[in-house]
């Protein structure tokens, strides 16, 4: 009988995780954001930034920029952005930070499947994540848009290129 009891459990334990990381793949196929070109179309402020200092914060982390660009907009010279305890989790955990570009985006793997260098967490929610002197391609009034925080390393980055072009800038 005990046995019978204890065989339950496992079960029950492995139909719990399985649905959790079912949930996740829910989370993370279920969600839907605008499109790359619509964020562009609709985002009122858009700057190309780096990243100058990283200010830990009791329940997250301001991350402060240095304005290279702004590409539409006014945007100030030196702007804030504050991310949530689970940004500042993913700072902390050097292998979950990514200065990914995708080869300047034009890897096959530059986010056509879930979007950008930002995926959702397994609280379904975006945490922003950036690197002391990465520069970065961000669209200010659509922060938590897996797209709306891209790591722009080389100068002709297909994304700030198409950013541009949509725009009618440079």
């Not at 619509?38 to 985002?43: A, E, F, G, R």
């Not at 780096?50 to 945007?75: K, T, Y």
């Amino acid at each position: 009988m005990r046995l019978g009891r204890m065989a339950r459990i496992v079960v029950l334990a492995n139909a719990a995780a399985a649905l959790s990381s079912s949930q996740v793949v829910a989370c993370r196929v279920g969600h839907h954001y605008s499109p790359p070109q619509s964020l562009i179309t609709n985002s009122s402020q858009i700057a190309l930034a780096e990243a100058v200092a990283i200010d830990p914060l009791d329940n997250g982390v301001r991350f402060r920029f240095r304005l290279i660009e702004a590409v539409r907009g006014d945007v100030a010279s030196e702007f804030g952005v504050y991310a949530d305890a689970g940004a500042k989790w993913l700072l902390d955990d050097e292998a979950m930070r990514t200065n990914e570009d995708f080869g300047g985006h034009r890897d096959a793997t530059s986010g056509q499947l879930f979007g950008g260098r930002t995926l959702e967490g397994a609280d379904c929610k975006i945490h922003l994540v950036f690197q002391r002197g990465g520069r970065y391609l961000l669209f200010l009034d659509e922060l938590y848009n897996p797209w709306s925080s891209e790591r722009i390393i080389a100068a002709d980055d297909l994304w700030l290129v198409e950013v541009r072009r949509m725009i009618g800038s440079h």
